[in-house]
């Protein structure tokens, strides 16, 4: 964009009605690109997820993989800010999605305030629907199974993708991302 | 005439590709002129102020000068590279487990750089032992 800020392409996948739908399909999509799964010399992936209202679905748009070119950088990712879906002109952009090739947690920089997107929340005139902000994570296990989390940004609360369902198994606590995981909750089931 | 190749490597060589091999030109920091040194009224007290102790000083240089080389010329870079590579933007945490183990994490926040990049992932976690060796990098 001309701010210098990314924008990418969209639909690359959609329309999903929950955002629970959304996560299990792009989980699939954006673990499987080239490096996405592998390890520590894996990269990362970066993308955008925006709610059509006429429509009231979700919509995945096109990846970014555009990273630091710093030595010291080598798994970034910049996260895009705004979409082009002419189909969809106006969609509200809720939140962004990234894969992490070696770790299934969310960094404590994930969590910071530094990767806080404001604003937070959103609320659809027609349908008085209420949306926040989510930071999506996902990462590929060998065994193949995806695991998808959520990180909103307005609650502050962490949450696994299970059986179709974002359950809560955190909090954020303070500015640096330091989490607080919820009682016999973990990243695992 | 060969004689002038190794030179002219080696002239090449000091010139700006230094920083590759480790040699950069120190920089002295810039001073204020006397009016404005003499207006600076320097506090009764520091008490209020961060305080390191030498052997995390010593833990947060050998992790920074890996983190970001000194001789990296940010000029050179373009955003949001170049915000990455300013410590204006990086936040630092330095945690001393013991006297043979420091932890330095270094979180770039770049939300006013620009127009306020958000670059996932992007920092570390350092382990320094107390001989300044690094033992360990988190990504």
């Known amino acids: 964009m001309e701010n210098g800020l990314l924008q990418v392409d969209g639909p690359l996948a959609g329309p999903f009605k929950k955002l629970e739908e959304l996560a299990t399909n792009a989980c699939g999509l954006m673990t499987s690109e080239p490096g996405a799964s592998n390890g520590v010399y894996g990269s990362e992936y970066c993308a955008l997820y925006y709610y059509s209202p006429p429509d009231q679905a979700f919509f995945l748009s096109y990846l970014s993989n555009i990273k630091s070119s710093l030595d010291s950088e080598t798994k970034t990712c910049e996260l895009p800010r705004a979409v082009n879906d002419p189909s969809h002109t106006d969609a509200i952009v809720v939140g962004g999605a990234h894969t992490h090739p070696h770790n299934r947690e969310f960094s404590r920089r994930d969590l910071s305030i530094a990767a806080h997107w404001s604003p937070s929340r959103f609320i659809d005139k027609n349908t008085g629907q209420v949306l926040n902000r989510n930071l999506l994570m996902f990462f590929r296990e060998r065994t193949g199974e995806c695991r998808a989390y959520a990180y909103d940004n307005f609650t502050r609360i962490v949450s696994a993708l299970r059986d179709g369902e974002l359950i809560p198994i955190g909090q954020v606590k303070n500015d640096s991302g330091d989490l607080r995981m919820f009682e016999g909750k973990d990243w695992l089931p | ?139």
């Open chain 2, 1 to 139: 005439m060969k004689s002038f190749i190794p030179l002219t490597l080696c002239c090449a060589g000091l010139l700006s590709g230094c920083s590759y091999f480790g040699y950069y030109k120190y920089r002295k920091a810039e001073r204020a002129p006397p009016q404005e040194a003499a207006a600076v009224k320097f506090p009764d007290s520091m008490e209020q102020g961060v305080r390191l102790t030498g052997p995390m000083m010593a833990a947060l240089k050998v992790a920074m000068d890996d983190y970001r080389p000194p001789g990296i010329n940010t000029k050179a870079l373009t955003p949001p590279d170049k915000c990455l590579a300013s410590w204006e933007y990086i936040h630092t945490t330095v945690l001393q487990v013991d006297d043979n183990l420091f932890f330095v994490e270094f979180s770039p926040d770049l939300r006013n750089c620009g127009p306020g990049y958000i670059m996932l992932d992007a920092g570390a976690t350092y382990a320094i032992d107390g001989k300044g060796r690094i033992l360990a990098r988190d990504w």
